[in-house]
């Protein structure tokens, strides 16, 4: 059984650079730019018209922007409810999503009868972590429970309750140095298709992505903006 990717017949994995898995197209697509193997980098400025052309002659393309429309959406918000104190296991950590901030909080240890525990709050969402292993995440929910999710579904939440949220890129000289926030992995996968440095833990990408950059922080209802005086911090 072929693997999704496999599904396409020409597939954009960087801006203007292709995999192309059905050789019957190198006709066309080397009249546009440069075919190397299996990977085509487009030079022309017809890229419109050759991906027109392609889908016309029965080939299957799927492009970044085809990529950026299937990124999971957000669930509706979740209400954040009344407080509950928790102890935690030896040894772990809890923070939680601050959907003003949008990244992860340490929540602030509470002793309760010798025992350490975390305040926290229904709707919230939590990651745990013990030292420096692998973390876990859960929703705080109805009743004091915690319901375990995964990453995804921990930061899809999270941005779900932030209100008109918005994030800001910083020049890095001729490129863009975008913000460090958490990113569920779906975009963060696709985000790092983009990226062609890293710098302090900024993804770093070049002009040509910035429109595709803001779309995927788009998905995720994030504002992404640009502020051109400032280099990475």
């Known amino acids: 059984m ?17 995999v192309v898995r059905d050789t019957r197209a190198s006709t066309l697509l080397k009249r546009e730019g440069d075919l190397d193997g299996r990977l085509f980098t487009l030079r022309s400025w017809r890229r419109e018209g ?4 392609l889908r016309e002659r029965g080939f299957r393309v799927r ?19 009344s407080s509950s104190w928790h102890p935690l296991p030896g040894g772990e950590r809890w923070s939680v999503f601050d959907p003003q901030r949008l990244d ?5 240890v509470e002793a309760r009868n010798g025992l350490d525990g975390c305040v926290v ?20 929910a109805a009743g004091a429970t915690l319901h375990a999710i995964d990453e995804t579904e921990a930061l899809l939440h999270g941005y779900a309750q ?3 949220p918005i994030l800001t890129a910083r020049r890095d000289g001729e490129r ?16 790092r298709s983009l990226t062609v440095d890293t710098v302090d833990d900024h993804p770093i990408i070049t ?13 995720l209802g994030v504002r992404l903006t640009l502020d051109f005086q400032a280099g990475v911090e």
């Open 2 to 18: 072929k693997s999704a990717d496999q599904r396409y017949d020409i597939d954009e994995i960087a801006p203007g650079r292709f």
């Open 162 to 164: 932030a209100t008109t």
């Open 176 to 191: 863009i140095a975008l913000p460090r926030q958490p990113l569920p992995s779906p975009h963060h996968r696709l985000l």
């Open 207 to 219: 002009p040509d992505a910035w429109p595709l950059a803001q779309a995927i922080y788009a998905r």
């Open 104 to 108: 992860w909080v340490a929540v602030p």
């Open 50 to 53: 050759l991906l027109a052309r």
């Open 121 to 140: 709050r229904q709707g919230q969402v939590i990651r745990r972590r013990r030292g420096r292993g692998v973390p876990r995440y859960a929703l705080v």
């Open 63 to 81: 492009t970044l922007e085809d990529r950026i429309r299937t990124l999971p959406l957000l669930p509706p918000p979740l209400p954040v409810g």
